[in-house]
């Protein structure tokens, strides 16, 4: 069974930095789409970014490209996500998800079957 534990979130500044984990358990993860998805209050769940865990191939939503970047340590078992230039509209409860390859739509929280129980990231004004 597939275990996902969210580190790293916390309380940042506008144009802060902030790096979250993903400790992965349960089993080898070769054929597995990593993703990021967050939460803000009162609004749906949203995909933020993914990886392919064999190839590295990365996907990014459009609000945070260029911002954020996806990473994965094979040895360690972990997925990374670096969040650059917060800003405010980034507050939310950050999740890590796991999907078995094929995905339909990488983008699509329903194509992942594990999930964290999340953290939060807050950024002030």
């Known amino acids: 069974q597939v275990q996902l534990v969210e580190s790293g979130g916390g309380l940042v500044q506008a144009g802060d930095s902030l790096r979250l984990s993903c400790s992965a358990s349960g089993r080898t993860f070769s054929g597995y789409v990593m993703g990021w998805f967050r939460q803000a209050p009162g609004k749906e769940r949203e995909f933020v970014a993914a990886?392919?865990?064999?190839?590295?191939?990365?996907y990014y939503a459009d609000s945070v490209n260029g911002r954020f970047s996806i990473s994965r340590d094979n040895a360690k078992n972990t997925v990374s996500l670096q969040m650059n230039s917060l800003n405010p509209e980034d507050t939310a409860v950050y999740y890590c998800a796991a999907g078995v390859r094929p995905l339909r739509a990488i983008e699509a929280s329903s194509e992942y079957g594990s999930w964290g129980q999340g953290t939060q990231v807050t950024v002030s004004s």
């Open positions: 990886i392919y865990w064999t190839a590295g191939t990365r």
